[in-house]
């Protein structure tokens, strides 16, 4: 994701009237995609005693407890995917309020990485230190840190192999947090010391359930204390998402280099370009809504699809089939793929309606769901994982099943989107309401507050 989108060279010529215009109304837009990853309040489930929701009141600066702790922040790599940038996030609101930050990224590429390198320092620049996996500087932080945070699963490989001994020192001032939702994460070299951190950190109440019930049935090991978290939207994002000037600058650049008018409806898949991310069932979902709209005579705008997170320089299998499928429909000037990229916010702003099609079991939360809903977008999703705990069903978007079997519902609902235009726009509104209701920055914050407080405490009575 570090190199330019395939949609940004007929940018050039009016790009600095927009960067003028952004940067002189105080707005950011460069963001991390976030693919990690969300349902309406009658879908929350009671858990155990051991699982709290977290209940959030308004104040300031929710973490300036943090002030002066050292944290060590380990994940198991340093990419654009969801999980290693939100624990960037973690960290940046933790050197905020004081807090010094230590970043340990477990595998990293044998060549050199623009990726890698461009994240570093951005980390760099905002006063975290990063250091080897390996070695004696990364053991004595470990031992001296108030707050060891683990990010995923694969993460816990670390333990064993840098700290060894020294583990059991460790694992009472240790926060798991956990994204993930595919079963081939269940390995108890990974997982094996969970049963003994100080609590687990996880984003859905779905993927809540599911590791405990997973852990214990093939695992055969017991989830710690396990916190719910929801994640929020960034300040930066919001200030875009919330200034009509900024919007609408964007939307006419990105819909100009992809000859996409501002009349046309574009529905957009954002997330790195994968099997599970479900980008071939949603431009089969899609070519059968232009094939409906063409049978039933519908008088509607001219629809148009994009994929934002591709990647052709790595020559998958699975993009090459996305891009003959394409060419196979006779659908190329309906359906646009962009590079993987940091700035996801022209996107959001030019675009009619997010599709948020992972499949299986979904996502574990799903961040580009809420960061859409910020610009007023409905949301075409699967009822599966995190998701239902942010759109609304019939509300703030529709909801089509995972698998083939949800590629019919999901045209259908491609066609509603397209012919009921006042439905379309107040789902966008309620949206928009719904994460100015919950999922902001300063909810996340005074979430993961109450956790840090209580993992800390925990940590202290126990060592």
């Known amino acids: 994701m570090g190199k330019h989108s395939t949609a940004s060279i007929p940018f050039q010529k009016r790009w600095p009237l927009m960067f003028l215009v952004l940067f002189s109304l105080s707005t950011a837009i460069v963001f991390f995609i976030r693919f990690s990853s969300d349902s309406s309040s009658c879908n929350t489930r009671n858990y155990e005693?051991?699982?709290?929701?977290?209940?959030?009141?308004?104040?300031?600066?929710?973490?300036?407890?943090?002030?002066?702790?050292?944290?060590?922040?380990?994940?198991?790599?340093?990419?654009?995917?969801?999980?290693?940038?939100?624990?960037?996030?973690?960290?940046?609101?933790?050197?905020?309020?004081?807090?010094?930050?230590?970043?340990?990224?477990?595998?990293?590429?044998?060549?050199?990485?623009?990726?890698?390198?461009?994240?570093?320092?951005?980390?760099?620049?905002?006063?975290?230190?990063?250091?080897?996996?390996?070695?004696?500087?990364?053991?004595?932080?470990?031992?001296?840190?108030?707050?060891?945070?683990?990010?995923?699963?694969?993460?816990?490989?670390?333990?064993?192999?840098?700290?060894?001994?020294?583990?059991?020192?460790?694992?009472?001032?240790?926060?798991?947090?956990?994204?993930?939702?595919?079963?081939?994460?269940?390995?108890?070299?990974?997982?094996?010391?969970?049963?003994f951190v100080a609590g687990a950190m996880i984003d859905s109440y779905t993927t809540a359930e599911y590791w405990k019930n997973r852990t214990r049935e093939r695992l055969g090991i017991k989830m710690p204390e396990t916190y719910v978290v929801h994640l929020g939207n960034s300040k930066e994002l919001m200030e875009v998402a919330e200034n009509s000037v900024a919007k609408r600058v964007l939307r006419e650049h990105v819909r100009e280099s992809l000859g996409v008018r501002n009349e046309d409806l574009l529905f957009a898949a954002i997330n790195s370009v994968s099997r599970g991310k479900g980008q071939d069932l949603f431009l089969r979902s899609f070519h059968e809504s232009l094939q409906l709209i063409q049978e039933k005579k519908l008088q509607v705008p001219s629809l148009h699809a994009v994929i934002v997170g591709s990647d052709m320089n790595a020559q998958t299998k699975f993009e090459t089939e996305l891009r003959n499928f394409v060419a196979e429909k006779k659908i190329q000037d309906r359906v646009?793929?962009?590079?993987?990229?940091?700035?996801?916010?022209?996107?959001?702003?030019?675009?009619?309606?997010?599709?948020?099609?992972?499949?299986?079991?979904?996502?574990?939360?799903?961040?580009?769901?809420?960061?859409?809903?910020?610009?007023?977008?409905?949301?075409?999703?699967?009822?599966?994982?995190?998701?239902?705990?942010?759109?609304?069903?019939?509300?703030?978007?529709?909801?089509?099943?995972?698998?083939?079997?949800?590629?019919?519902?999901?045209?259908?609902?491609i066609v509603k989107m397209a012919t009921h235009v006042e439905r379309r726009l107040t789902m966008g509104k309620k949206g928009y309401e719904r994460v100015k209701e919950r999922f902001m920055e300063h909810h996340m914050s005074q979430r993961i507050a109450l956790v840090l407080k209580e993992v800390l405490r925990k940590s202290n009575s126990r060592t």
């Open 49 to 195: 005693a051991n699982t709290h929701q977290i209940q959030v009141g308004s104040f300031a600066n929710p973490l300036n407890f943090m002030k002066s702790k050292l944290v060590l922040l380990v994940s198991h790599e340093l990419s654009l995917s969801g999980g290693p940038l939100l624990l960037m996030e973690l960290a940046f609101l933790l050197r905020g309020v004081g807090a010094e930050v230590v970043w340990i990224t477990n595998q990293k590429p044998t060549e050199p990485d623009e990726v890698t390198y461009s994240l570093e320092h951005k980390m760099l620049d905002r006063g975290v230190q990063v250091v080897s996996a390996k070695g004696q500087k990364a053991i004595d932080t470990a031992l001296k840190a108030d707050l060891v945070i683990l990010n995923t699963a694969v993460a816990g490989k670390w333990l064993d192999a840098v700290l060894k001994e020294n583990v059991p020192r460790i694992l009472p001032k240790v926060l798991w947090w956990i994204h993930e939702m595919r079963g081939h994460y269940f390995k108890v070299e990974y997982v094996k010391h969970l049963p």
């Open 336 to 413: 646009h793929f962009v590079n993987k990229t940091l700035n996801v916010a022209p996107y959001l702003a030019s675009i009619d309606v997010l599709v948020q099609n992972s499949q299986a079991r979904g996502e574990c939360f799903g961040r580009i769901t809420i960061e859409a809903m910020a610009f007023q977008q409905p949301v075409l999703g699967t009822a599966a994982g995190g998701t239902m705990e942010i759109v609304v069903n019939g509300t703030t978007g529709w909801l089509h099943q995972a698998g083939k079997e949800g590629v019919t519902p999901l045209a259908e609902n």
